[in-house]
């Protein structure tokens, strides 16, 4: 068996009264993620790390964000890609740790439910997902709600 790591990061700029998607849930917050498809920082974060892992370079090179097959489009759907393409080359999935930074709106009532959004993706179990969430202390672009970070590692695994 075979065992690699990856690690992917990602960062959106917050603008108000735009929609804020964070692992597949709508949350209600008067700013949100701008970017290209939903702007889902942490489901963009898992990707890079996913791809990274596999040696499938990143999100970007994958999905363009000058395609206009991608705008809008829910980053759900880029991370089943993401996560056919590692079938593809033989890998499975063993389990994704990632973090949150942002001050606002609180992330801990909404992980359950960013964790079934996952599992149900990936094909992987809830048990397998965790999510943490941590704010900037109020500092830099993050403590002034300008931008939100998130960062994920991954197991996987090619027998």
Request: aromatic share 6%; charged share 20%; hydrophobic share 45%.
């Amino acid at each position: 068996m075979k065992i690699k790591v990856g690690f992917g990061f990602d960062v959106h700029q917050l603008k108000d009264q735009h929609p804020f998607v964070v692992g597949g849930v709508h949350l209600e917050h008067h700013k949100g993620a701008f970017g290209h498809s939903d702007a889902d920082v942490l489901l963009h974060a898992i990707c890079d790390a996913l791809l990274g892992a596999a040696n499938l370079r990143d999100i970007g090179f994958h999905f363009k964000n000058t395609d206009p097959r991608w705008k809008g489009i829910s980053s759900v759907i880029l991370l089943q890609e993401t996560a056919r393409m590692l079938q593809e080359k033989g890998w499975s999935i063993g389990n994704i740790d990632a973090m949150l930074c942002l001050e606002a709106p609180k992330i801990n009532p909404h992980i359950p439910a960013m964790q079934k959004n996952i599992a149900e993706a990936i094909g992987l179990s809830e048990e397998d997902i965790s999510i943490k969430a941590t704010t900037n202390e109020q500092m830099g672009f993050i403590g002034r709600e300008e931008g939100v970070v998130a960062y994920a590692v991954c197991l996987i695994e090619k027998n």
